[in-house]
């Protein structure tokens, strides 16, 4: 079955960095739009960065522009987030999304998410 697996997360100060990875199976996503959305402890899950499957479109929330960076290999069906200067507001678990089909934007596949912890 298709399957997303996150994985970087981790205990960090701020100001640190981490490059997230989310490596998909059961499935080749190369031609698939793929994004990462995270989770804070009390909050609902928000968007944090799309990209298209040529990496021609790419977006980002307005929280993390010019902080985090998506980008992939399709080679080896992986996607990933680089953050750079992480704030504590940036604790959340991260999911990887990608959506039933290619031609299609609305996330259906999900990973189990990869904690990141900022601290102080």
């Known amino acids: 079955q298709v399957q997303l697996v996150e994985s970087g997360g981790g205990l960090v100060q701020a100001g640190d960095s981490l490059r997230l990875s989310c490596v998909a199976s059961?499935?080749?996503?190369?031609?698939?739009?793929m994004g990462w959305f995270r989770q804070a402890p009390g909050k609902e899950r928000e968007f944090v960065a799309r990209i298209s499957w040529n990496g021609a479109n790419i977006g980002y929330a307005d929280s993390v522009k010019g902080r985090f960076t998506i980008s992939r290999d399709n080679a080896k069906n992986t996607v990933y987030l680089q953050i750079n200067n992480l704030k504590p507001e940036d604790t959340a678990v991260y999911y990887c999304?990608?959506?039933?089909?290619?031609?299609?934007?609305?996330?259906?596949?999900w990973g189990q998410g990869t904690q990141v912890t900022v601290s102080s």
């Open positions: 999304a990608a959506p039933k089909t290619p031609w299609q934007s609305d996330y259906y596949y």
């Open positions: 059961g499935r080749t996503f190369s031609n698939y739009i």
